[in-house]
C-alpha cells in the first residue's frame, strides 16, 4: 500500500486517517461491550434467582485484594492517559515512561489476580468436584479464619442453607439435591462459574493489553509517535480504558454488593 | 513532510489528574457504602457510583466529550443495544413461568404412570 511517512494513500489527512481510525476502534469497543454485556446479564438473572447463595459465595472472595486491584487499575487508565497526553504534546521521551508504567500497574494487577485465584483453589471454591462452600468454615485454620470472621462466615453458611431450605419447601421439592447444603453449594457454584468465566476473560483482555503495550513501548522508543502521529497510542489507550470500565462494573457486582449482609 | 491540522483537543494533564483523584474517591466511596446496610438501595447505590465512574473514563479519559459527533453516535448506539439486550431479557425471564424442579417433574412422572 502508498504511503507517505505515516499516512495511507486512500487518506488525505493525517486527522482524516487517526479518526478513522478511532472511529473503528469504538466500533469494536462496542461489540466488546456486548459481549461482556452477555455475561453481566447471565450474572444478573442468576444473582436474582439464588440471592442468599449468591450473597454467601461473594463475601468469600478477598475485600483488600480486590480493591486494591481496582485502585492498581485506575492507576494505570491515568499513566495510559498520560502516555496520550505526552505523545499529543511531542513529549516523546516521557511517552515509553508513562507506557512502561502502565505495563507495569497491569502486570501488577495480573499479580493480585493470580494470589486470588489460587487462594480460592485452596479454599475449594473452583467449581467441579471438589467444590465445597463449607471448607473454610469446617478448616477454619487452613483458610486462615478465626475469631468474629469465622462465627461471621459459619452465621451466614448457616443462613444461606435455611434460606435453600426454606425456597425448597416453598417449591414443595423432595429431592435432597435441590434443598440445604446440596443447594447451597450447587447455586454457590454457579456464581464461581460465573467469577472464573468474567474475571477471567477480563483477565485475558489484560494479557492482550500488555502485549499491545509491549509493542507500542517498543515503537516509542524508536521515537515513532508525536503530535502529528499518535493513532496507535489513542487507540490501544481507548482498548485500555474499555478494559478498566469492565472492571469498575466487575468489582462492585462480585465483590461488594452483598458486604452488608456479612 | 505532511502535518496535520491539529483539529484534536489536547485534555491538560491537570484534568487528568481530578479524574483520577475523583475514580479514587468513589472507589473508596463504593466500598464504605457496600458496608453500610441499605436494603434494596446497595445495589442501586454500587451501580449509581460505578456507572458515575464510567462517565468520568469515557468523557476524560478517553476523549468522549471531545469526540467528533459521528464517533458520540457510535459511543451512544453502545449503550442503546447493551439497554435493548439487558430490558428484553430481564423483561422475559421476570414474566416467564419458572421451569419445573427435578422433583416437580418426579412428581409428574408418578402420577402420570399411576393413571395408567
Partial sequence: MHRTGELYGHFQTLDQQKETATLGMWVFLVTEILFFGGLFLAYTINRHAFPTSFGIAGNMLDLSLGFGNTVVLIASSFTMAMSVYCAQTSQKKWIPVWLIATLAL???????????????????????????ITYCSNNPAACGLS????????????????????????????????????????????????????????????VIGAGLLL???????????????????????????????????????LYLINRHLA | MLVANHSEHIVSWKLYLVVLTA??????????????????WNIVL??????????????????????????????????????????????????????????????LACTRSLNV
Fill in chain 2, 46 to 107: 454500587a451501580l449509581g457510583i460505578a456507572v458515575t465512574k464510567m462517565t468520568l473514563v469515557i468523557l476524560f479519559f478517553m476523549h468522549g466529550k471531545y469526540s467528533p459527533r459521528r464517533i458520540k453516535l457510535v459511543i451512544v448506539c453502545g449503550f442503546f443495544w447493551l439497554a435493548i439486550m439487558l430490558s428484553l431479557t430481564v423483561a422475559d425471564y421476570s414474566t416467564r413461568h419458572q421451569e419445573p424442579s427435578r422433583s416437580q417433574l418426579q412428581e
Fill in chain 1, 106 to 132: 497491569g502486570t501488577v494487577f495480573l499479580g493480585i489476580k493470580f494470589v486470588e485465584y489460587k487462594q480460592k483453589f485452596d479454599h475449594h471454591l473452583i467449581p467441579g468436584y471438589h467444590f465445597d
Fill in chain 1, 215 to 253: 509493542w507500542l513501548i517498543s515503537q516509542s522508543l524508536r521515537g515513532r509517535f508525536d503530535a502529528n502521529y499518535n493513532t496507535p497510542v489513542e487507540n490501544i489507550g481507548l482498548y485500555w480504558h474499555f478494559v478498566d470500565i469492565v472492571w469498575i462494573f466487575l468489582f462492585p457486582l
Fill in chain 2, 23 to 40: 475514580l479514587l474517591i468513589g472507589t473508596v466511596g463504593t466500598v464504605q457504602a457496600a458496608k453500610i446496610d441499605l436494603g434494596p
Fill in chain 1, 147 to 206: 475469631g468474629q470472621e469465622l462465627a461471621d462466615e459459619q452465621k451466614e453458611v448457616r443462613e444461606a442453607i435455611d434460606a435453600e431450605r426454606d425456597y425448597a419447601k416453598q417449591q414443595s421439592f423432595s429431592d435432597p439435591g435441590e434443598t440445604g447444603i446440596a443447594a447451597v453449594n450447587a447455586h454457590a457454584q454457579l456464581y464461581f462459574s460465573l467469577y472464573f468465566g468474567m474475571t477471567g476473560l477480563h483477565a485475558l483482555h489484560m
